[in-house]
């Protein structure tokens, strides 16, 4: 277990190439290459490249940021990064996205109907 300290450093880690991640994919219009190539690198923060997250099991994804120390903040984000990557490329990520939302929901112990409704 981490200490209050590095938890807190790994918190503003994540945060940051989460909103990375975020900025890179929210856009209205397709991704360039360099945009692409911007993604892989930020997923490498998380030991991530677009081609493991396809082939990663979802159950194995969400050992994975676990093991990150992703809170319950974090595993939401990133749910909604996959599903706004699955819109923009031609990947189906909306299955890990829901596979994360329902972890949230039933180890959170907490009820989200936002995380419900997603």
Request: glycine share 4%; proline share 2%.
């Given at each position: 277990?981490?200490?209050?300290?590095?938890?807190?450093?790994?918190?503003?880690?994540?945060?940051?190439?989460?909103?990375?991640?975020?900025?890179?994919?929210?856009?209205?219009?397709?991704?360039?290459?360099?945009?692409?190539?911007?993604?892989?690198?930020?997923?490498?923060?998380?030991?991530?490249n677009?081609?493991?997250?396809?082939?990663?099991?979802?159950?194995?994804l969400?050992t994975?940021?676990?093991?990150?120390?992703?809170?319950?903040?974090?595993?939401?984000?990133?749910?909604?990064?996959?599903?706004?990557?699955?819109?923009?490329?031609?990947?189906?990520?909306?299955?890990?996205?829901?596979?994360?939302?329902?972890?949230?929901?039933?180890?959170?112990?907490?009820?989200?109907?936002?995380?419900?409704?997603?």
């Open positions: 277990m981490l200490n209050k300290g590095l938890r807190d450093e790994e918190k503003i880690r994540i945060d940051n190439v989460l909103k990375t991640l975020r900025t890179l994919i929210f856009v209205p219009y397709p991704l360039s290459h360099l945009q692409k190539s911007d993604i892989e690198s930020q997923l490498k923060e998380f030991g991530l677009v081609e493991t997250l396809v082939n990663y099991s979802n159950q194995d969400i994975l940021l676990m093991r990150l120390h992703f809170d319950w903040e974090h595993l939401e984000q990133f749910g909604d990064i996959l599903i706004e990557f699955s819109k923009e490329e031609n990947y189906n990520f909306e299955d890990k996205a829901l596979a994360i939302y329902q972890y949230i929901q039933q180890e959170s112990k907490v009820f989200s109907f936002g995380i419900n409704s997603k």
